[in-house]
């Protein structure tokens, strides 16, 4: 079964930090464009960033612009989502979605694989 898997999320205080990850099962990464959404209660599903098939190239929404920071190992079949100086607005439900496409969009129609999601809150 192709799926995959984020993990990272907890509770931290306004300021901090966390690093979400996400990794396949059933399948490599390095072909796949990676998205990362998040969704809050009430809200619709938000883009938050994505990364090409190789990294080269990546795009952030601009309510975490300058804060977060999305990478890729290959070797370990991973993506990371690095979240800094965190606010309250950032509590959500974090999703990583895999592209069966090297290049990424922020429209979360255009993923194919889904994680279940880590929960991030953001409160003192």
């Known amino acids: 079964q192709l799926q995959v898997v984020e993990s990272g999320g907890g509770l931290v205080q306004p300021g901090g930090s966390l690093r979400l990850s996400c990794t396949a099962s059933g399948f490599t990464l390095d072909r796949y464009a990676i998205g990362w959404f998040r969704q809050a209660p009430g809200e619709e599903r938000e883009a938050v960033s994505c990364i090409n098939s190789g990294g080269g190239w990546s795009k952030y929404a601009d309510s975490v612009k300058g804060r977060f920071i999305t990478s890729r190992d290959d070797a370990k079949n991973t993506v990371y989502l690095q979240m800094d100086s965190l606010k309250p607005e950032d509590t959500a439900i974090y999703y990583c979605?895999?592209?069966?496409?090297?290049?990424?969009?922020?429209?979360?129609?255009?993923?194919?694989?889904w994680g279940r999601g880590t929960q991030v809150a953001v409160f003192s």
């Open positions: 979605a895999a592209r069966s496409h090297p290049l990424c969009t922020a429209s979360h129609h255009d993923y194919h694989y």
